[in-house]
């Protein structure tokens, strides 16, 4: 394409301007074209500066803003994969300690017992090219080695107990409050000293602003959530014959059964587990308003509560394998019985989720259902096979998660009634030595100290794409506009010579 520049000089000669006339239009000409090319330019220079600045705001936003997941439901559960992982102290040996983990308003509790600390974790973890970093952690109390060969850290039977802002933990002699807004080294609010001879603080239960805790010593310790530090107890029961491990208050009742690993606490213990009432409402010398005896499964709780109902798997008054239920404030004897039927085996744990009163039977590699309010010989809703089932379950939204020897598996509480076998629904093959849920998400923490946080996949990879896009769009129009303030400046510039 011929120049403007060009025509004009071509023609000079026949038309001859004024003196310096033509040099005058020429200047003016490529003064005209430079302007609009900067102008061009500069306005080419601000859009990517608005779309660097969309991009990087993009990005940040998705760091500090994760998406939620979608809930866990039993149509997604068989499709969970790994938000988030996170390492903590592997687990000891059984007699130095034992371990929990548990969700609340937004974090993870991880209590380890190798080092005596407890950790607390964001459920919603951010992890970019590594595991997830823990908020804060802090210190029992503890020096490495002082409690060997003996526990150092209470039994956690579903993780430390989170109210009131804070976050209680057992440890030895000792029961310490870690506010939930803590700062990385976090220190408790307060701590309460235990009588040495009651040695270490089992997992704590918070009701009513008190909290409660059982010891080696077979004593009940009431504290006053808000307390200061050194916290005094409000009352210390009377001495039982075995240890105690709180489980839960209900309805103003204190429920607690006998740790595995302390067992006796007096020479004339029974060689057997305990279940024991306490009143919650209580005073100094407090007595248990009934006792039974429980069958003896490692690491089992055989004891729930809803309500006014107290249901124990395996008694003295109906058999060790059977299950049943009694109006707590009357006791466990025939006259305070709802209900009871037989078990093919010793129940190891009961929980109750939405509802449903699920048993384990690990003799007969079976979870069953019942109905929280039945009759004599009351039939189960639901079984479902799980060989080698073991360990405490946990369960929400419907679904009850079952550790075994093959991973992780899950139930849903509403899969059958009229006695109907349910199929069981794989969750991971990661060992699973503690577990809670939470959140929307499912928390499992293996042996080796590996903590891992699951969520249900996207349905479609429709969301995945919508985030790709926030990226992959700016960044793809970035890219096309400095290729075109390339191309514009270098034609400028040869232009104008």
């Known amino acids: 394409m011929i120049e403007d520049r060009d025509v ?272 919650a409402a209580c005073a100094e010398g407090c007595r248990p308003l009934w006792t039974t005896r429980l069958d003896r499964v490692p690491n089992a709780v055989s004891l729930s509560a809803v309500g006014g109902i107290a249901y124990v798997g395996g008694s003295s008054d109906r058999g060790l394998t059977t299950l049943a239920a009694y109006r707590a404030g009357c006791g466990i004897e025939e006259r305070c019985r709802a209900w009871a039927t037989s078990l093919p085996a010793a129940a190891a744990d009961l929980i109750v989720v939405d509802g449903v009163l699920v048993v384990t039977v690990p003799g007969a590699d079976q979870v069953r259902g019942y109905p929280l309010v039945c009759s004599e010989g009351c039939d189960p809703l639901w079984s479902a096979t799980i060989p080698r089932v073991h360990g405490r379950p946990v369960g929400a939204d419907g679904l009850v998660y079952l550790p075994s020897a093959s991973g992780v598996t899950a139930v849903p509480v509403g899969c059958g009634t009229g006695g109907g076998t349910c199929q069981p629904i794989h969750v991971t093959n990661r060992h699973a030595s503690g577990m809670s849920v939470g959140d929307d998400r499912v928390f499992v923490r293996s042996s080796n100290g590996r903590v891992s946080a699951f969520v249900p996949r996207p349905r479609d990879e429709t969301a995945a794409a919508h985030d790709g896009v926030g990226v992959a769009f700016p960044s793809a129009v970035l890219v096309v506009v400095l290729v075109g303030v390339a191309i514009a400046y270098v034609r400028s510039r040869r232009r104008i010579s």
């Open 8 to 279: 004009l000089e071509r023609l000079t000669p026949l038309f001859p301007p004024p003196a310096d006339g033509l040099e005058s239009c020429l200047r003016l000409g490529d003064r005209r074209r430079r302007n609009r090319r900067i102008r061009a330019i500069a306005l080419a220079a601000v859009v990517t500066a608005a779309l660097v600045g969309s991009l990087v705001s993009s990005i940040d936003r998705s760091k500090e803003r994760p998406a939620q997941p979608n809930p866990i439901t039993p149509s997604n559960v068989s499709d969970l994969r790994v938000a988030w992982s996170a390492s903590t102290d592997a687990d000891p040996k059984p007699q130095d300690g034992v371990q929990g983990l548990a969700e609340a308003d937004g974090s993870l509790y991880v209590v380890t017992g190798a080092h005596a600390e407890i950790s607390a974790f964001p459920a919603a973890c951010v992890v970019n090219h590594g595991g997830c970093d823990p908020i804060w952690t802090g210190h029992l109390g503890i020096q490495p080695g002082s409690c060997s060969p003996i526990r150092c850290v209470g039994a956690m039977t579903v993780g430390p107990a989170v109210a009131d802002g804070l976050v209680f933990v057992g440890s030895l002699h000792r029961l310490s409050a870690f506010p939930v807004a803590c700062t990385d080294p976090c220190r408790p609010v307060w701590t309460a000293i235990i009588d040495v001879a009651d040695g270490i603080v089992h997992q704590a239960v918070v009701a009513n602003d008190v909290v409660y805790a059982g010891t080696g010593g077979g004593h009940l310790y009431a504290f006053p959530v808000s307390c200061e530090d050194p916290c005094e107890p409000l009352w210390v029961s009377q001495r039982q014959r075995t240890s105690l491990r709180v489980l839960q208050v209900v309805n103003g009742v204190v429920y607690a059964d006998t740790d595995d690993f302390w067992g006796s606490a007096t020479p004339d213990a029974p060689k057997y587990d305990m279940g024991y009432a306490f009143p």
